[in-house]
């Protein structure tokens, strides 16, 4: 009887490992840690790394200096991290927060889904659409908006859309970090705008599974991110506008696809970055940066040299 339930006591650990193995909810557990793998339904990212490895915050290499506060760049297949600096430290990310702003947007309406621009939306200013109150554009429309010039009017507009009030919209925002199991970020608006008494913050950590989660998933985020230029056209609804990409590298380094640049004085520069070549593909975050675009490509050029890739590019005077 003893050997009967041993027996199936074993088939029954093989089955429910060969179970979790293949939803993706358990990997090996490693020296390195790990970026788990999102399926189109849910983001297996709880006890992301591996406790045993104490020095994941810092990754450093002696050939690379940056004057980022915080900085990350990852295997995007594996989930490799090749470069850490202060990877668990809670810090402003400025409009590189508006990559949750889109997320919540694709997972909530339909790109086709009219917003009216509201007077609050218009008032906000620093970066913007130039949207006029009283205009009607879809949630599209919006979102090239919101992620190419880093119009705080178009993510309002998009948060008030789609929740009533920009912060119901923000609740949702942190929901959905939650949702994804992170616990080092939190939001106070859907635009990254620096608020008086109000600390809003992430890691390099988080927005770094953030952006894999919503590149992975949305097909939509990939193609708006990664797009120079973009001309939408009067209607009866609203004016024309004609929008260019504020990612610096887009055009500047091969194999940058995108995904968002952000400043205010509190977070410093930031850049979020997503790079293929050579058939290895890289997301790299810099936090606080003097110099972003020169140091994410370093980080680049370390991270692609790492498998034997060499990138050619003009240099770090981009």
């Known amino acids: 009887m003893g050997r009967v339930i041993s027996v199936f006591l074993l088939v029954a650990i093989i089955a429910g490992g060969a179970y979790f193995y293949y939803k993706g909810d358990v ?26 490895n104490p020095n994941w915050q810092n990754r450093n290499s002696e050939d690379i200096y940056i004057s980022a506060k915080s ?36 997972e ?21 659409m130039l949207l006029s109150a009283g205009e009607e554009l879809t949630l599209e429309e919006l979102l090239y908006g919101a992620m190419l010039v880093s119009g705080n009017d178009a993510a309002i507009t998009i948060a008030e859309g789609i ?4 912060r119901a919209f923000v609740e949702m925002m942190n929901e959905k970090a939650k949702e994804i199991g992170l616990s080092d970020t939190k939001y106070v608006n859907s635009t990254g705008l620096d608020e008086d008494g109000s600390k809003q913050y992430t890691t390099v950590y988080d927005m770094v599974t953030i952006t894999r989660y919503a590149w992975e998933n949305y097909p939509k985020f ?20 004609l929008l260019y990409n504020d990612t610096n590298l887009l055009t500047s380094y091969p194999g940058v696809k995108g995904v968002k640049p952000g400043f205010t004085w509190d ?16 997301l790299g975050v810099i936090l606080g940066s003097e110099d972003r675009r020169g140091e994410m490509v370093l980080l ?6 790492r498998f034997g890739i060499t990138v050619e590019h003009p240099g770090l005077d981009l």
């Open 27 to 52: 990997f090996p557990q490693t020296s390195t840690p790990k970026i788990y793998g999102v399926s189109s339904d849910k983001a297996y990212i709880n006890n992301w790394f591996p406790k045993a």
């Open 108 to 128: 909530n309406a339909k790109l086709s889904d009219k917003f009216i621009v509201s007077e609050y939306a218009v008032s906000i200013g620093e970066n913007s």
């Open 163 to 166: 929740a009533g009030t920009e």
């Open 71 to 106: 900085a990350m760049i990852a295997d995007y297949d594996s989930g490799e991290i090749l470069f850490a600096k202060n990877g668990a430290q809670q810090l402003p990310a400025a409009s590189t927060i508006k990559i949750m702003t889109a997320l919540v947007a694709l």
């Open 222 to 241: 990939r193609d708006i991110t990664s797009t120079y230029e973009k001309y939408i056209t009067a209607t009866n609804n609203h004016k024309e506008y």
């Open 267 to 282: 977070a410093g520069w930031c850049l979020v970055t997503y790079a293929e070549s050579g058939g290895k593909k890289l």
């Open 300 to 305: 680049l050029d370390y991270a692609f040299g």
